[in-house]
């Protein structure tokens, strides 16, 4: 019995919650159970993405590897979800605070893959659709659209990959990687020519 008052003492003195050891405990099974909920939702929902995919057989037309990624971030963000409801059921606000911070990087950085797959997608088929009109100029013409759609995707993909980042800073790094891809582009190109 002294022990567990030594515990609640000790607990109380760190001033992270004011609750006793049970109280605590019982955040602890909750937000477990929480977690193992969050994690059977996000398989289940994986595998009934999978399944209507099939049935839609939309893997004809796209790649398989498509599908899996959007089946990996739809499970990853119900895990996200499920994690952030469970840290804040501790009642734990400086850890909760903290992994709340790491969690929000993951589907910033997924967001920012999707943004530049589908930007690349759009980017060819735009560049296919001005290499079939044969208009005046259209090998030019079709490079530039390839190349200003491809990098418009990846500003927004900077953009959202570091969203948690001070915007001054994401800017300079745009602005960085602008003048670096704009020279490795030109430099291509002219090597290409000779």
């Avoid at 399944?51 to 990624?69: G, N, W």
């Avoid at 409801?85 to 992994?99: K, R, S």
Wanted: no cysteine.
């Amino acid at each position: 019995m002294a022990m567990r008052e030594e515990v609640n003492e000790f607990l109380r003195s760190l001033s992270l919650f004011d609750m006793s050891l049970n109280q605590f405990l019982i955040r602890v099974v909750f937000a477990a159970i929480l977690i193992i909920i969050g994690i059977i939702l996000g398989k289940l929902v994986n595998k009934g993405i999978k399944k209507l995919i099939d049935k839609a057989r939309v893997k004809e037309k796209t790649s398989e590897s498509f599908f899996d990624l959007l089946g990996w971030v739809i499970q990853a963000s119900i895990y996200i979800i499920f994690i952030n409801i469970a840290l804040t059921q501790l009642g734990i606000p400086q850890l909760t605070d903290w992994l709340t911070s790491i969690l929000i990087i993951i589907p910033a950085f997924v967001g920012a893959l999707i943004l530049i797959g589908l930007g690349f997608a759009v980017a060819v088929y735009l560049k296919g659709i001005v290499e079939d009109s044969k208009i005046v100029g259209w090998k030019v013409l079709s490079i530039v659209f390839f190349y200003f759609i491809l990098f418009i995707a990846i500003i927004y993909a900077i953009k959202t990959a570091f969203v948690s980042l001070d915007k001054q800073f994401v800017n300079t790094l745009i602005i960085i990687l602008t003048a670096v891809i704009s020279a490795a582009v030109a430099y291509y190109h002219i090597k290409k020519e000779k």
